[in-house]
């Protein structure tokens, strides 16, 4: 599976951006795609997941600023980011999860995110 990323970039405190993750390769049903972030210095912490089945997962500090979609269709996540903050900098890293045993685990390459005070 293959994850490319878009829509890093630098937005001022309050501004918006939007990130997108096409997955492509042989994609199973059952999965879960999300974001993940890592600051300098810091480790990778989730930021939002969705499943296949709609369940989402939010970070506590960006419940109410994010939010988390997908086009099923298009094997496409996105992220919906309003409201930044200066500690929402980071790298952000699309994943893709197989919810089946001994399914498999992938990563994109990560964009940037840098939110300027």
């Known amino acids: 599976v293959q994850l490319v990323e878009s829509g890093g970039g630098l937005v001022q405190a309050g501004g918006s951006l939007r990130l997108s993750c096409a997955a492509s390769?042989?994609?199973?049903?059952?999965?879960?795609m999300g974001w993940y972030r890592q600051a300098p210095g810091k480790q990778r912490e989730l930021v939002a997941t969705?499943?296949?089945?709609?369940?989402?997962n939010y970070l506590d500090s960006v419940k109410g600023r994010f939010t988390i979609s997908r086009d099923i269709a298009k094997d496409t996540v996105y992220l919906q980011m309003n409201n930044l903050r200066p500690e929402d900098t980071g790298v952000y890293y699309c994943?893709?999860?197989?919810?089946?045993?001994?399914?498999?685990?992938?990563w994109g390459q990560g964009t940037q995110v840098t939110v300027s005070s």
């Open positions: 994943n893709y999860r197989e919810n089946f045993v001994q399914g498999g685990e992938f």
């Open positions: 390769g042989t994609i199973f049903a059952i999965n879960t």
């Open positions: 969705r499943s296949n089945r709609c369940i989402t």
